[in-house]
């Protein structure tokens, strides 16, 4: 079982940056996949980014590559990941859900666990 609260949420003019974090708890979180979704008002739930458990290894979106950058921390009390948005654009206002599975989440589908959201808003 993992619990995932978001945090990091906010308004920010375009071009601007902001940082998401994702606190973790429970005994699986350092063997589970994390990533990032979004959604936005009339669409589906999207993929943006995630970090696999094993080697930390990133993946991207196509929209986000080169300006989102996904971490994580499993030290000891410290189980966190983390989404450093820069270069925002208005495009990117949506809802951020933290997602966590057994296997690479980068389909809702593989996800086992997700946050409760925090809200994004970019302003033009």
């Known amino acids: 079982q993992v619990q995932l609260v978001e945090s990091g949420g906010g308004m920010v003019q375009s071009g601007g940056s902001l940082r998401l974090s994702c606190a973790a708890s429970?005994?699986?979180?350092?063997?589970?996949?994390m990533g990032w979704f979004r959604q936005a008002p009339g669409k589906e739930r999207e993929f943006v980014a995630a970090i696999s458990w094993s080697d930390y290894s990133t993946y991207y979106a196509d929209s986000v590559k080169g300006r989102f950058t996904i971490s994580r921390d499993n030290a000891k009390n410290k189980n966190t990941v983390s989404l450093q948005m820069n270069s925002l654009k208005p495009e990117d206002t949506a809802v951020y859900y933290c997602?966590?599975?057994?296997?690479?989440?980068?389909?809702?589908?593989?996800?086992?666990?997700w946050g409760q959201g925090t809200q994004v808003t970019v302003s033009s």
């Open positions: 429970g005994r699986t979180f350092s063997r589970s996949a």
């Open positions: 997602a966590a599975g057994p296997r690479v989440v980068t389909a809702a589908k593989v996800v086992d666990y």
